[in-house]
């Protein structure tokens, strides 16, 4: 067979695997991702950056407020499903606490929190903005803390459902920090297990 035929083959034979093997690696990575942080909504009311950085579970990065909200709230995050689909049905989860963190070598600005209960719809069929249950407010009155653990007791014993979306929830704290700047490296929902 002559080279002219025979290169031109081998080549895209090769870019073929090559691709293939590219979108398997980057595809695993961001199910590994999503298995860890699914692409739930966050906003930042502040416009201030970084508020994705609260969710990495990485204290060195973080999200430091350095506008004032035009809102009731500074930011929210859509953090975890109240269930998992564990094959056959919807699974509830119990969580424990949230645990928000300072910055690294700094302390907790004073802040209230929100924990709410967002409905969890199927946007496809529904045409509307989810809603919202308040679960419970909390204000934070402890000055100089780099760590606080809210535990989370008063949410409602969850029970197993078969069919999605029908009583299964997204767990969003929404923060408001009282003072004109603040900082905040993590918050993360800690599970029974």
């Known amino acids: 067979m002559r080279p002219v035929i025979v290169l031109p083959i081998f080549f895209a034979l090769v870019f073929?695997?090559?691709?293939?093997?590219?979108?398997?690696?980057?595809?695993?990575?961001?199910?590994?991702?999503?298995?860890?942080?699914?692409?739930?909504?966050?906003?930042?009311?502040?416009?201030?950056?970084?508020?994705?950085?609260?969710?990495?579970?990485n204290p060195s990065t973080v999200?430091?407020?350095?506008?004032?909200?035009?809102?009731?709230?500074d930011f929210f995050l859509e953090m975890q499903l109240s269930h998992v689909w564990d094959g056959n049905g919807f699974q509830p989860r119990k969580f424990e606490s949230l645990v928000i963190e300072s910055c690294p070598g700094e302390?907790?600005?004073?802040?209230?929190?929100?924990?709410?209960l967002r409905e969890s719809i199927n946007v496809d069929k529904e045409l509307r903005m989810p809603k919202d249950q308040m679960v419970f407010i909390f204000q934070s009155k402890e000055i100089g803390k780099k760590q606080i653990s809210i535990p989370l007791n008063q949410l409602p014993k969850f029970q197993k459902e078969n069919e999605y979306p029908n009583n299964i929830f997204i767990l969003t704290p929404e923060f408001k920090i009282e003072t004109e700047t603040g900082c905040i490296a993590d918050v993360t929902l800690k599970e029974v297990l």
């Open 63 to 73: 999200w430091r407020k350095i506008r004032i909200s035009q809102v009731d709230f």
């Open 107 to 116: 302390t907790l600005p004073p802040f209230r929190l929100r924990f709410l």
């Open 16 to 57: 073929i695997l090559f691709g293939n093997y590219f979108l398997f690696s980057g595809t695993n990575k961001k199910i590994e991702s999503y298995k860890e942080n699914p692409p739930f909504r966050i906003e930042d009311a502040t416009a201030s950056t970084g508020l994705s950085h609260l969710l990495d579970k």
